[in-house]
Protein backbone atom coordinates (compact mmCIF):
# COMPACT_ATOMS: atom_id res chain seq x y z
CA UNK A 1 0.00 0.00 0.00
CA UNK A 2 2.75 2.40 0.19
CA UNK A 3 4.35 1.81 -3.01
CA UNK A 4 1.16 2.46 -4.59
CA UNK A 5 0.73 5.59 -2.17
CA UNK A 6 4.43 7.12 -3.13
CA UNK A 7 3.49 6.29 -6.62
CA UNK A 8 0.35 8.55 -6.61
CA UNK A 9 2.21 11.30 -4.74
CA UNK A 10 5.15 11.37 -7.31
CA UNK A 11 2.69 11.16 -10.34
CA UNK A 12 0.88 14.19 -8.64
CA UNK A 13 3.70 16.20 -7.97
CA UNK A 14 5.07 15.86 -11.47
CA UNK A 15 1.94 16.72 -13.08
CA UNK A 16 0.41 19.12 -10.98
CA UNK A 17 3.00 21.33 -8.58
CA UNK A 18 4.38 24.05 -10.16
CA UNK A 19 8.34 23.94 -10.56
CA UNK A 20 11.46 25.38 -11.87
CA UNK A 21 14.62 23.26 -12.92
CA UNK A 22 18.14 24.72 -12.12
CA UNK A 23 21.19 24.64 -14.06
CA UNK A 24 21.94 21.18 -12.67
CA UNK A 25 18.76 19.84 -14.13
CA UNK A 26 17.46 19.36 -10.22
CA UNK A 27 13.82 20.89 -10.00
CA UNK A 28 12.69 23.35 -7.31
CA UNK A 29 9.45 23.60 -6.47
CA UNK A 30 7.61 26.78 -6.53
CA UNK A 31 4.22 26.76 -4.54
CA UNK A 32 2.84 23.73 -2.54
CA UNK A 33 -0.63 22.24 -3.74
CA UNK A 34 -3.42 21.09 -1.28
CA UNK A 35 -4.06 17.33 -1.57
CA UNK A 36 -7.47 16.82 0.47
CA UNK A 37 -8.29 13.35 1.49
CA UNK A 38 -9.94 11.47 3.86
CA UNK A 39 -8.02 10.56 7.77
CA UNK A 40 -6.54 7.48 6.52
CA UNK A 41 -5.45 8.96 2.86
CA UNK A 42 -3.38 12.14 4.80
CA UNK A 43 -2.26 9.48 7.05
CA UNK A 44 -0.76 7.04 4.57
CA UNK A 45 0.17 10.27 2.62
CA UNK A 46 1.92 12.00 5.60
CA UNK A 47 4.17 8.76 6.02
CA UNK A 48 5.38 8.44 2.33
CA UNK A 49 6.62 12.31 3.07
CA UNK A 50 8.30 11.07 5.91
CA UNK A 51 9.94 7.79 4.39
CA UNK A 52 11.40 10.40 1.44
CA UNK A 53 12.92 12.73 3.84
CA UNK A 54 16.36 11.94 2.87
CA UNK A 55 15.93 13.07 -0.42
CA UNK A 56 18.26 16.73 -1.29
CA UNK A 57 15.51 18.74 -2.67
CA UNK A 58 11.94 19.74 -1.84
CA UNK A 59 11.05 18.17 -5.00
CA UNK A 60 12.87 14.32 -4.26
CA UNK A 61 11.43 14.85 -0.88
CA UNK A 62 7.84 15.07 -1.97
CA UNK A 63 7.32 18.60 -0.18
CA UNK A 64 5.41 20.19 -2.88
CA UNK A 65 1.77 18.32 -1.66
CA UNK A 66 0.54 19.86 1.17
CA UNK A 67 -1.66 16.94 2.32
CA UNK A 68 -4.79 17.86 4.28
CA UNK A 69 -7.79 16.22 5.74
CA UNK A 70 -11.29 17.19 4.19
CA UNK A 71 -13.94 16.01 6.22
CA UNK A 72 -16.20 15.37 2.81
CA UNK A 73 -18.69 13.09 4.44
CA UNK A 74 -20.16 15.84 7.38
CA UNK A 75 -19.70 18.05 4.46
CA UNK A 76 -22.26 16.38 2.36
CA UNK A 77 -24.56 15.42 5.39
CA UNK A 78 -24.39 19.01 6.30
CA UNK A 79 -25.49 20.24 2.39
CA UNK A 80 -28.17 17.35 2.68
CA UNK A 81 -29.57 18.95 5.25
CA UNK A 82 -29.71 21.92 4.29
CA UNK A 83 -30.98 21.46 1.04
CA UNK A 84 -33.78 19.20 2.72
CA UNK A 85 -34.74 21.83 5.06
CA UNK A 86 -34.93 24.83 2.44
CA UNK A 87 -36.87 22.12 -0.01
CA UNK A 88 -39.54 21.38 2.77
CA UNK A 89 -40.41 25.32 4.29
CA UNK A 90 -42.79 26.89 3.01
CA UNK A 91 -41.82 30.15 1.36
CA UNK A 92 -45.24 32.17 2.89
CA UNK A 93 -48.15 31.37 5.00
CA UNK A 94 -51.39 30.47 2.81
CA UNK A 95 -53.54 34.17 4.28
CA UNK A 96 -50.10 36.50 2.81
CA UNK A 97 -50.17 37.68 -0.94
CA UNK A 98 -47.62 39.42 -1.70
CA UNK A 99 -46.37 42.61 -0.46
CA UNK A 100 -47.11 41.85 3.19
CA UNK A 101 -43.99 39.70 4.01
CA UNK A 102 -42.09 42.06 5.38
CA UNK A 103 -44.10 42.40 8.27
CA UNK A 104 -43.08 38.83 9.64
CA UNK A 105 -40.83 38.40 12.13
CA UNK A 106 -38.38 35.41 13.20
CA UNK A 107 -40.05 33.77 16.39
CA UNK A 108 -37.38 33.12 18.93
CA UNK A 109 -37.51 29.33 19.58
CA UNK A 110 -37.58 27.18 16.31
CA UNK A 111 -36.88 29.96 13.79
CA UNK A 112 -39.70 29.87 12.28
CA UNK A 113 -41.46 33.08 10.29
CA UNK A 114 -44.30 34.14 12.02
CA UNK A 115 -47.20 36.37 10.41
CA UNK A 116 -49.06 38.87 12.91
CA UNK A 117 -52.24 37.97 11.06
CA UNK A 118 -51.97 34.48 10.78
CA UNK A 119 -50.92 33.19 14.24
CA UNK A 120 -51.54 29.17 13.22
CA UNK A 121 -48.88 29.42 10.83
Known amino acids: MAGEMAEILKTNQERYVPCSSSAE ?3 NILTRNPFH ?6 ERA ?3 QMTFQDGTTCYERL ?3 STEAADWHAKVNLYSVSVFTASTIPLQPPCIGGGQRGSMEIGSKDNKLVCPDCPAW
Not at 37 to 42: R, S, V
Request: cysteine-free; overall charge neutral.
Open 37 to 42: GDQLFE
Open 63 to 65: EGL
Open 25 to 27: GKK
Open 46 to 48: RNV
